[in-house]
């Protein structure tokens, strides 16, 4: 089993940037492809962004792309979100997601363990 725990959350302005980290223990990372959620108040929760455990695959929200970038250092056993030109709607509780998968370019369909999130707030 992994524990995540999510940090660099916090207040920012429009048009600026936040870096988000999700940190991992208790299991080999690098086996897990991990995925950013998030969830704004009144809204159903939804996908931000997703890595393989390789790296070498990602995915993104319609929404994010081309402003978001997530990446990972295995050695450090965390997953980073580097938000960039963020808008007002980019506001949420944003969670980091795990799922330890065999392909290390695949990106899995569902994550069995989740952080306990991390709040974004974007003024405009």
């Known amino acids: 089993q992994v524990q995540l725990v999510e940090s660099g959350g916090g207040l920012v302005q429009a048009g600026g940037s936040l870096r988000l980290s999700c940190a991992a223990s208790?299991?080999?990372?690098?086996?897990?492809?991990v995925g950013w959620f998030r969830q704004a108040p009144g809204k159903d929760r939804e996908f931000v962004a997703a890595?393989?455990?390789?790296?070498?695959?990602?995915d993104y929200a319609d929404s994010v792309k081309g402003r978001f970038t997530i990446s990972r250092d295995n050695a450090k056993n965390t997953v980073y979100l580097q938000m960039n030109s963020v808008k007002p709607e980019d506001t949420a509780v944003y969670y980091c997601?795990?799922?330890?998968?065999?392909?290390?370019?695949?990106?899995?369909?569902?994550?069995?363990?989740w952080g306990q999130g991390t709040q974004v707030t974007v003024s405009s």
């Open positions: 997601a795990a799922q330890r998968i065999t392909t290390p370019q695949a990106i899995p369909i569902s994550f069995d363990y």
């Open positions: 208790g299991r080999t990372f690098s086996s897990y492809a």
């Open positions: 890595i393989s455990w390789s790296g070498g695959t990602t």
